[in-house]
Every structure is written in C-alpha cells, then in structure tokens.
C-alpha cells in the first residue's frame, strides 16, 4: 500500500474496515478481521445450540435444527475472505453497465484469506436521506428492491444481509453502493421457482400451488392445518407484492407493530398445529427479507412494489434461471 490509516474507518460483523491507498493511487476500503474470529465463531456456536436445544424443549411446535445449520453455513463463509471476494465479483459482474448500482472491484493481489482489499465507493449512509424529498427516498427503495430482487429472479443468489450499514448513496442518491458481500446465500433454482409460485398462488389462492411452493422450499409433512399456519406468514411477507397499488410497506401499521400480530398469531397456531421443521434454504430469505422491508420503512417509501417485482420477473423460468446461475457461478469460480 502507498499508505494505510491505522485508525478504523468502518466496523464489519467480524472485523474493521480500513481506507488505504494502493501503489497506483486508488482509494481502497481493507477489510481487517478480527483476530482468532474462527475459534470465537465455534465457541458461540457450541453456546448457540446449547440455547436452541432450550428453546426447542420450551416451544417444541418448531424444530430448529436446520436453522443453527444454516447460521452456522454462512457465518463460516464470512469468516472466507477468498470467497467474499468472489462473491463481490458476481455482483460486479451482474450490475456491470449500470450506472445506478456500483459494487466494489476486488483486489486479489492485495487481499488473504482474512484481509479483503477493493476499491472505495465514496456515499453517504441511507438515513442521511431519512428526510429527502418523497421523489428522492421513493428512488433510493426502487435501487435496494433491484439490487435485492434481481440478482435473486435472475442467478438465485441474495444479498444476505441487507441492513442500513451495507448500503451508500452517492450523490443526491443518484447511486446506490453496495458494500458487504459476506453473507451471500446461493440457492438451488427449484426454490426460487417456488418462491415465485407461491406469489402466483397466494395472488390468485390457489391452494394446491401454495402446498407445492412449500414442500418446493422443503417443508415437509404439511397439512391443511399447517399450509394455513405458514399461509399466515407469507401474506405478511409477501404483502406488498400482492397489492396492486402505491403503499408504504406497513401499509399504516406502526412501524414498531409491524409483524407482531403475524408473528403471535403463527406462534399460537403452531403450537396448537405443530410441529414444524423450518428448511435451511428458508431461514436466510426471510431474514433477508424482513432487513429488506426495514430499511424499505426507515425510508418511508411508497411504491407499487407488485409492478417492481413483475418487472423483476420478465422472461422468467426456473431452466434459464439454473443456465444463467451456472454460468454467473462458473465465471468467479464460486459454489
């Protein structure tokens, strides 16, 4: 490096970001991580099962076993630096030519497997632009909704981690920068096709579709009971996909109510329908999700979110979805 600020310029999940400067002057973002974060990250885990097998003998309606699985699935990928970079290289590759989406370009030669080097994308952090004019934030929600759902309708991978602290803004919000890509989850094309015929099923209450979209997720053992009980949460997730119109996300609910119904209704009705093992490949989309409509309320934005995710959709099909996968895959070398 030409130079290197000691001081942090940034905390990260498992470690501290750095600006610096590489030899041929451009402003570079090192991500440092912390020390002994492998044997830190085992350690909580051990501690993490041991609560989850708590929480599972006090609320046995849900088996969570696949859930600490997955948790534990990604959170060993971010500790990867190798593979955030490639991760950050099908990114950059996808949104490559637009000049309203930027993702940062990886710096191999100056990156290992526990310090990541890339360019910086200068930005201003979303709640600066909390009390932008309606046009302004409305834009702002247009770019996280494509940065979020097209690569997934497209290549079947997500943006994991979606919260406040993994976006900037350039200029007057003329650009979104996307910034973290620890945690991207890779799913296999037959469940984002079920995440799409669910929202064929629930728009139109098809009944049989919704049964196959779930056990497409990987629920098993479903009955009637059990699709009504996980029906009840998906209308809450997918909400505003279903609404033809212009609304805020909460659609009126306060933003500190939003969900808690859904969530103590799912709760009592599990317990009396139960039990249920929740997939992996579940667990981080809804977690997505629900970072996605956060920052979605934070902005205050109100959007026909239904012809968002129609337009997300053009062209559709689980077989070109896996081509285009393979081959997005292939060209970072990333599994």
């Given at each position: 490096?030409?130079?290197?600020?000691?001081?942090?310029?940034?905390?990260?999940?498992?470690?501290?970001?750095?600006?610096?400067?590489?030899?041929?002057?451009?402003?570079?973002?090192?991500?440092?991580?912390?020390?002994?974060?492998?044997?830190?990250?085992?350690?909580?885990?051990?501690?993490?099962?041991?609560?989850?097998?708590?929480?599972?003998?006090?609320?046995?309606?849900?088996?969570?076993?696949?859930?600490?699985?997955?948790?534990?699935?990604?959170?060993?990928?971010?500790?990867?630096?190798?593979?955030?970079?490639?991760?950050?290289?099908?990114?950059?590759?996808?949104?490559?030519?637009?000049?309203?989406?930027?993702?940062?370009?990886?710096?191999?030669?100056?990156?290992?497997?526990?310090?990541?080097?890339?360019?910086?994308?200068?930005?201003?952090?979303?709640?600066?632009?909390?009390?932008?004019?309606?046009?302004?934030?409305?834009?702002?929600?247009?770019?996280?909704?494509?940065?979020?759902?097209?690569?997934?309708?497209?290549?079947?991978?997500?943006?994991?981690?979606?919260?406040?602290?993994?976006?900037?803004?350039?200029?007057?919000?003329?650009?979104?920068?996307?910034?973290?890509?620890?945690?991207?989850?890779?799913?296999?094309?037959?469940?984002?096709?079920?995440?799409?015929?669910?929202?064929?099923?629930?728009?139109?209450?098809?009944?049989?579709?919704?049964?196959?979209?779930?056990?497409?997720?990987?629920?098993?053992?479903?009955?009637?009971?059990?699709?009504?009980?996980?029906?009840?949460?998906?209308?809450?997730?997918?909400?505003?996909?279903?609404?033809?119109?212009?609304?805020?996300?909460?659609d009126g609910v306060k933003p500190s109510e939003y969900g808690r119904?859904?969530?103590?209704?799912?709760?009592?009705?599990?317990?009396?329908?139960?039990?249920?093992?929740?997939?992996?490949?579940?667990?981080?989309?809804?977690?997505?999700?629900?970072?996605?409509?956060?920052?979605?309320?934070?902005?205050?934005?109100?959007?026909?979110?239904?012809?968002?995710?129609?337009?997300?959709?053009?062209?559709?099909?689980?077989?070109?979805?896996a081509k285009r996968q393979g081959a997005a895959l292939g060209a970072?070398?990333?599994?």
């Amino acid at each position: 490096f030409k130079d290197f600020d000691l001081e942090p310029a940034a905390a990260a999940s498992l470690g501290q970001v750095h600006r610096a400067t590489a030899l041929d002057g451009r402003a570079l973002a090192v991500k440092l991580q912390y020390p002994d974060m492998q044997s830190a990250v085992e350690s909580d885990f051990g501690q993490l099962r041991a609560l989850m097998g708590l929480g599972r003998s006090l609320f046995p309606a849900i088996d969570t076993s696949e859930i600490i699985e997955e948790v534990g699935a990604r959170i060993r990928e971010e500790l990867d630096y190798g593979r955030e970079a490639k991760a950050m290289s099908l990114y950059r590759d996808f949104f490559r030519g637009r000049g309203d989406i930027a993702v940062p370009e990886a710096l191999p030669e100056l990156s290992t497997g526990r310090l990541l080097s890339m360019t910086w994308l200068e930005g201003r952090g979303l709640l600066a632009f909390k009390d932008a004019p309606a046009e302004t934030r409305n834009r702002i929600a247009r770019l996280l909704f494509q940065a979020w759902w097209t690569p997934f309708n497209n290549i079947g991978v997500i943006h994991g981690d979606p919260h406040l602290g993994n976006y900037t803004l350039a200029g007057e919000a003329d650009r979104l920068n996307m910034l973290d890509f620890g945690c991207i989850r890779i799913f296999p094309p037959a469940f984002v096709g079920g995440v799409v015929k669910l929202f064929g099923a629930l728009s139109s209450d098809n009944r049989a579709d919704q049964r196959e979209a779930y056990e497409t997720w990987g629920f098993k053992g479903l009955t009637e009971d059990l699709i009504d009980t996980l029906n009840l949460w998906a209308r809450f997730i997918y909400a505003p996909l279903l609404d033809d119109r212009v609304r805020t996300v909460a659609d009126g609910v306060k933003p500190s109510e939003y969900g808690r119904r859904e969530a103590f209704a799912v709760k009592q009705a599990l317990e009396a329908k139960g039990p249920v093992t929740i997939p992996r490949e579940f667990v981080f989309m809804d977690r997505a999700a629900i970072g996605l409509g956060s920052a979605f309320l934070h902005l205050g934005a109100e959007m026909n979110w239904r012809k968002l995710f129609e337009e997300s959709l053009e062209g559709f099909s689980v077989e070109g979805l896996a081509k285009r996968q393979g081959a997005a895959l292939g060209a970072v070398g990333l599994s």
